[in-house]
């Protein structure tokens, strides 16, 4: 696997996506008729985290099969530290662990690696291990806690950029993914166009909304707007 084109975000869109929130992004994709984008699972490891942008570099864990989930198994080929290799720098790693919680996927020399190559973040429906040790590789990550084992415990490493489920959602190589302190919201790569049309004029739609609540306005008619309160929107904007 090498580092393609259509794997890295232009700037611009990354400055877009930067400023909306997952929460405006699920609307946004409801209106599109897409229910099924929020990996559940993913919640950001260190408080604070800043809202990352990314194209999916996928990864797959399937359950633990005892020839083959060894220690022998992370010098193969095909095997994680392979997968973290081949990361181009900027993409966001989202890791299937079919939501396995009892073995971390990689601890903190492995993030380490992954930070030292520009990975903007680990999203993964699995855990971490030597958690203090990859909180302090300065790597984002969203997952679901921390444990000790490794993952040959409980888990087998099959793949890296094919199609996965992560946290319930169906994620494809190169799709866009953005995370912050409400989780992981996926955005087809087929619609990031609409979305980057939309999402700026959403927030600032919702912004308004926030103001006139805050001044005292009453929601009916407000949120959702009527005719009457989108054209006074649509004049002070």
């Given at each position: 696997m090498i580092q393609t084109p259509e794997m890295q975000l232009d700037p611009g869109v990354v400055e877009i996506l930067s400023q909306v929130t997952t929460a405006t992004l699920?609307?946004?994709?409801?209106?599109?008729?897409l229910r099924n984008v929020w990996l559940r699972?993913?919640?950001?490891?260190?408080?604070?985290?800043?809202?990352?942008?990314?194209r999916a570099f996928t990864v797959r864990f399937v359950p633990?099969?005892?020839?083959?989930a060894t220690p022998e198994s992370w010098s193969s080929p095909i095997s994680s530290r392979a997968a973290i290799e081949a990361m181009p720098a900027g993409c966001v790693a989202v890791v299937d662990a079919m939501g396995v919680t009892d073995a971390g996927?990689?601890?903190d020399i492995l993030c380490a690696r992954m930070a030292k190559r520009g990975v903007a973040a680990l999203v993964t429906d699995g855990v971490v291990r030597d958690v203090s040790g990859v909180l302090g590789t300065g790597l984002a990550v969203w997952c679901s806690g921390a444990a000790a084992p490794p993952s040959v415990a409980g888990l087998?490493?099959?793949?890296?950029?094919?199609?996965?489920?992560?946290?319930?959602?169906?994620?494809?190589p190169g799709d866009v993914v953005v995370?912050?302190?409400?989780?992981?919201?996926?955005?087809?790569?087929?619609?990031?166009?609409?979305?980057?049309?939309?999402?700026?004029?959403?927030e600032r739609m919702e912004a308004w909304i926030m103001t006139e609540v805050l001044n005292g306005a009453v929601l009916p008619?407000?949120?959702?707007?009527?005719?009457?309160?989108k054209a006074r929107y649509e004049s002070q904007s």
């Open positions: 699920t609307t946004i994709l409801l209106k599109k008729g699972g993913p919640r950001p490891l260190r408080a604070g985290q800043s809202r990352v942008v990314g633990a099969r005892e020839d083959l996927i990689f601890g087998t490493f099959v793949d890296w950029q094919q199609p996965i489920g992560c946290g319930g959602v169906a994620v494809f995370v912050d302190d409400d989780g992981a919201v996926l955005i087809p790569a087929a619609l990031l166009a609409d979305v980057l049309k939309l999402a700026p004029e959403q008619g407000l949120y959702p707007m009527n005719t009457e309160t």
